[in-house]
């Protein structure tokens, strides 16, 4: 056993080092964690892993461990050379937690209730743009998308009521996704239309393009004009109404869950079909995702076994997400624009008989995330992960 004038103290086998910190709490490293993970074979400039685990010995064998200047240096009984580690790094690395932590998720049930304005993050373009310029400002947008991530929408104004003004505002959200729709694709309703999106019909609550794969992480919408008469919006949170499902029929919710549904879309450009669960679990269990759109689901094989089973909790699902009170609504004005997870929030709209004119894009998941993870990381004081 040694030990350190901070406190740090540690003992080793042969298959593995152990350390006991000042502050409480102690950890095992195996031998092949450090070998696999010696900071010489990371690329300095990039952090990069330099070699592959096929280039370590079969079982690699600690000969001594020493402190030093505040490095655990490990001697190895191979032909490796000497590893040194940061105390720090290897504090840090006993924190981390067995399986990948679940990005922060606040749900809302209570959809009726909640104000888009009063309840929700807004933020201006100016604001959106000057991410990065530090300060307050700096903070608002940090905010702003750590809410978009765990409430599953947020709202921009002051948005140019013009074509094309969406892909500014988008850029500094995320990266456009282009589809078969194009870039960005304008929701107005047109004669003898592909797609209901352009029509002048109300829209039960969905998520978009679950014929695709990947399906689009997040989608942007933006108030060019708004109709006189109806075109409300409605937004729903997904993952709210699937644990509702789990509480009343934990049956029908894991039938859900555990069944690939196809959903198709075909127009004279594109011919688009995927499989997926209406509601999808992560390995814990946790819902990660609900894709749900009846105008695009193919028909059912009619010769599955459990095709009556899954249409009762199918309608058990899409009564549910006819309830008011899973229900919000934003009127949308014009220069206003709205951003959502598309993997988890419904969305809906009322018809109207007037002009009424939204451009809508997609955007990438991961990009959105990074952006957040970015601008979080750059505030004073915060290095969670």
Known sequence: ?????????????????????????????????????????????????LTDVADLPLVPQIREVRLEAGQVIVSWRDSLPDSRFDVAWLAGEAQRPAAPVARPVTPWPDGAGRDARRDCAWLSLQELAAQGAGGGAGARVADWFRRLGSEGLAFVEGVPSLP??????????????????????????????????????????????????????????????????????????????AAALRAADREAFELLAATPVEFAYRSRDAALQAAQPLIRLDDRGECIAVHYNNRSIAPLPVSSPGLAPFYAAYRQFALLLREPRFQMTARLAPGELVVFDNWRILHARTSFHAARHLQGCYLTRDSVFSRSALLRDAMPGDRAR
């Open 1 to 49: 056993m040694h030990a350190s004038p901070s406190g740090l103290s540690l003992s080793f086998t042969a298959n593995a080092l152990q350390l006991r910190f000042a502050v409480g709490g102690h950890c095992e490293f195996p031998a092949l964690w450090l070998a696999d993970n010696d900071p010489r074979h990371r690329d300095a400039h990039s952090g990069q892993r």
């Open 164 to 241: 094309g003004a969406i892909l500014d505002a988008a850029a500094a959200i995320g990266l456009v996704q282009q589809t078969n729709y194009g870039t960005l694709f304008d929701v107005r309703s047109i004669p003898r239309a592909e797609n209901l999106a352009y029509t002048d019909l109300g829209l039960g609550l969905h998520t978009d393009n679950p014929y695709r794969d990947p399906v689009p992480g997040f989608q942007v919408l933006h108030c060019l004009v708004a109709a006189a008469d109806g075109g409300d919006s409605l937004f729903a949170d997904g993952f709210a109404i």
